[in-house]
């Protein structure tokens, strides 16, 4: 059936693979994937069994050796202990942007210049990986989303450089990477590759407890409530410094990470690596520094590392302190006596705890705008329903709500005229 069948090239991906099949035989590649894999497969194929794999190479004509090693199942037992065949998010492995159950054109990271050398642009395994950020040949960053409109850029394009949204050439806006980032990432790659890593203090380590440990950091270096705090006392010891971008702040867990540009993540990752370094004397320091404890720590995820476990129990050892209902009732009469309100805000304030379970208490009201002084001052003395769909109606045609309100009323006033 297949009369043409690409050979794998250096590093490439299955799925670029399975791209470049369907493109030669002339067939859509949602038709390739449903007569190999059947209907029902997950559609991200770099991430399918090897069984599947299989199904694939013999239509390319591979060994089943070379099918594993264009999936991301050369990492199995590398960078996680037991990969599930699944097209959702791993560490240090993100899905691939999809739409329900269709097979995506490919929105691979890419260099451009290596694609512009090659005579076949096609997309590389070794791309799929979090931490891979630049091409050590060409030293700049990898691209995956259009410098100028953010269209995720698509394989196969006969000018993969070009964005098919707005034309625009991605080589005018590549950006070059540092030596020390280039040194970082191969450095990464070679740990994944051989398997393990060693640490002065904890000796020899497996590859996917030194990675779990790894996206472990660049999560508590990502998150809301910590992030800044720590990578402010990180900088201030004289570490790395690094970002976190306003747009990526939504995302949650590793997808926050997956969501910074390629330049950010890398300097992620070295500040990440800095805490590595000289493990676990760095990271405790810095923890105790701004005064965070095991049980913030630990809530980063599930499974922590040992690598992790045995510092925090050794050194950030604090548990959740609940607070009882005798420390709450004096806590309200040294409110009381001092004339101050006995609201739930001035309590957290004075115990410096959320204080969950005594949230539901009944409190005294919080202090309002006096009437006609609030925001939406014309809404006042409104009922809450009418309040807030006017504020969404306001909202859906683009007018502040006073201009809206004003306009409602004139509107009604011209009527009451005729
Ligand atoms: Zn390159
Ligand atoms: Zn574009």
């Known amino acids: 059936m297949w009369l043409v069948r690409p050979l794998p090239l250096d590093g490439e991906s299955l799925y670029s693979i399975l791209f470049r099949l369907s493109l030669g035989n002339d067939i859509s590649t949602q038709d390739a994937c449903s007569v190999l894999l059947g209907a029902k497969q997950g559609r991200d194929l770099d991430k399918l069994s090897p069984f599947c794999a299989l199904s694939i190479s013999e239509a390319a004509e591979l060994t089943e050796e070379q099918a594993i090693a264009l999936t991301c199942y050369r990492w199995n037992r590398l960078i996680t202990p037991n990969m599930p065949a699944t097209r959702h998010s791993l560490d240090w492995l993100p899905a691939l942007p999809s739409r329900k159950g269709e097979v995506l054109p490919l929105a691979y990271p890419r260099c451009p210049l290596c694609l512009e050398e090659g005579t076949i642009p096609y997309a590389r395994i070794n791309h799929r990986l979090a931490f891979v950020t630049c091409c050590p ?8 989303k259009c410098h100028a409109c953010g269209n995720h850029l698509t394989f196969p394009n006969e000018q993969p450089f070009l964005c098919v949204a ?11 990477a540092p030596q020390a980032f280039i040194e970082a990432q191969e450095n990464l790659l070679s740990i ?14 497996y590859s996917f407890v030194f990675f779990r440990l790894l996206m472990w950091l660049c999560r508590m270096l990502t998150s809301k409530s910590w992030g800044k705090t720590l990578r402010q006392a990180i900088r201030s010891v004289g570490g790395p410094q690094s970002n976190v971008e306003e747009n990526t702040l939504w995302h949650r867990g590793n997808e926050r990470i997956y969501q910074l540009s390629p330049l950010e993540r890398a300097k992620l990752l070295s500040t990440a690596l800095w805490l590595w370094g000289d493990w676990p004397r760095r990271f405790i320091d810095v923890c105790r520094s701004v005064n965070l404890f095991s049980h913030t720590i630990l809530s980063y ?6 690598l992790l476990l045995d510092p925090v129990r050794e050194a950030l050892l604090k548990p959740f302190y609940a607070f009882s209902r005798a420390e709450v009732n004096s806590a309200k009469k040294y409110l009381h006596k001092r004339g101050r309100r006995v609201t739930l805000s001035e309590l957290q304030t004075l115990t410096g705890n959320k204080l969950h379970a005594w949230s539901n208490e009944g409190y005294a009201g919080r202090v309002c705008i006096p009437y006609g002084e609030g925001r939406y001052w014309k809404l006042d003395g409104i009922n809450n329903q009418v309040r807030a769909s006017v504020k969404v109606q306001a909202h859906i045609e683009g007018l502040k709500t006073a201009q809206w309100v004003e306009r409602a009323l004139q509107q009604a006033l011209q009527k009451n005229c005729r």
């Open 137 to 144: 040949k060409h030293k700049v960053f990898l691209v995956s």
């Open 166 to 176: 707005c034309g625009k050439d991605q080589r005018d806006y590549l950006e070059t």
């Open 192 to 205: 994944l590759e051989r398997g393990w890593t060693e640490n002065e203090h904890y000796g020899a380590q």
């Open 301 to 306: 995820g599930r499974n922590p590392p040992f």
